[in-house]
């Protein structure tokens, strides 16, 4: 099996260094210092695994050999560049979106007509470098198909990612699990982009009127009537998701708030810009969701 | 007449120093900052930029040393209105006690202390340069009128009024003040927290057509809390809101919120947006969006 990695952030860094231990993998990088390092030094894994893995990488879309399986594994800022490298080639490859939010689908279907697989991601880690990924969380992948892709390629993938030593779940529709998961980043990344807190103990807090836990819930039930309206029956309660994750004792720092403590642009369009739209779409009212929304944009335009 | 303003911030000196122009007023200021006291005794209080005058109050940070007095100033960060007065209450046990504060609820925690209070609410603005130096920003008007509970005399309240119009500081005398003071909290809840989350100036949030629909909720919620109160607002906050985002009004202005956030100081938002969800608990009115400001913007405390 050839594999073929978009992004090399730490999702695309564990997984090309995981598969690379069953399969030829080729990392397709933004910056050629980032490919030249990977070439030389191999993907070194430390934390819960601890391995350096041999792959190939290029920053040049055109120096990318044949594959079965390619996985887009960048931030929604990079997603439209990393469907425009593929397009018009590798007729025969299955193509697998792991981005945060909903419609990264969409975007890559229109660069091609490739299968595609849907999957969001549990896993975390932190890259320590360009050759140096820590694996942080070994929760798993989810992964499901797109439009009229055969599960049994969804189960393939499922296999080798499992074999690859990473924890993965086919599913026959993975929306339920895609939407837990919308609502979960919508509400816990929106806020933590807000208040600059990470997602501790303060977001599950109902004691006090003030208390930020009230308006988390809050947030959730809006995303769950619009999960309603859409037809889709969450996988997990993201009240619950936010609960469990502030109990594990270390807070992780959300992707979104360490966008705007960087002063970069976040995913907000891709993940509660998403929410607010299918809100829409339903006839559903959110308040609260659209405030968030309005106000992480505002954030970013704070930028200049 | 004695006055003694208590907390000789911007507000507390743009009063203490205009109303110490008066022969037959002697003025008294009490703060904390004994730098800040130990200024204006030496070179007086000098204010400039709207007005540019030297005033020459008598300043302390003990309040013992406060002789009895026919009126109280309270002019302190709401936060600091109950440690304030219950710290000045002897130097007014046979005077009326005003506030012209920010907020919500300063006219309960005063009362708790003081036999006659006066409700009141003012415009002008400044910021303190250095001990003793006050710059003067914006001129307006303020507004005096009993609080229901514990209501000063009217007499009194009118004799307070002319003080402050002899002055410099045009002030009326109302038979309810709830209007005005109103107006000037829903204007600050709709439109302080948003410039401290998103860090955007007054101009900026307004001129967000999407930003400014969320803004226009926050001012809905307002309005509906004051009319179930049968508040008459003495005009429309949505004309300030506009009034304020003009070029040449304070379309640069940093909301002091905003200010306070990038200072990471303590933010009034208990008294503002908090108040609103109080009053409106009190009331039956729903205030989903200031509960969810409040929250976030407590959050952004809680970060720090």
Redesign the interface.
Known sequence: VKCCVVGAGSIGSLFAAHLATVSDVCVLTRRQEHARALNEEGLRVSGRHDFTARVTAAADPRDLPDFDLGIIATKAGGLEGAAESLSGRFPAATIMTVLNGLGAEDVVRRRGDWPLVSAVTFMSGTKHSDTHVEYILDTPTWLGPYEDTPFERVQEIERLIVDAGLKAEAMADLRPAQWSKLIFNATVNGVAALTGLRHDEHFAAERESSDLGHLVHDLVDEGKQIAEAAGVELHDDPWEMNVLATKRGSAHYPSMLEDVDSRRPTEVELINGALVREAERYGVDAPLQTAVYRLVKAREASYS | VRICVVGCGAVGSLFAANLAQLGDIEVWSYDLAQEHVDAINRDGLRLSGAGDIVGRPHATSDAKELPACDFGIVATKAMHTSSAIAATAAAFTDGCVATVQNGLGNEETIAEHAERVIRGTTFPAGKLLEPGHVQWDVKGDTTFGPFEARPAPVREIERLADACTRAGMPTNAVADARGPQWRKVIFNASTNP?GA????THG??CE?P??R??VS?LVDEGKAVAAAQDIELDADPEDLIDHAARPEVAYDHKASMLQDVEAHRATEI?YLN?GI??FGGEHGVGT??N??????V???E??W
């Open positions: 948003i989350l998103t860090g955007l900026r949030v967000d999407a930003l629909r969320l909720g208990d908090g969800v109080r989903p969006l509960a969810a400001i409040w929250a976030l407590k959050g952004v809680r970060s």
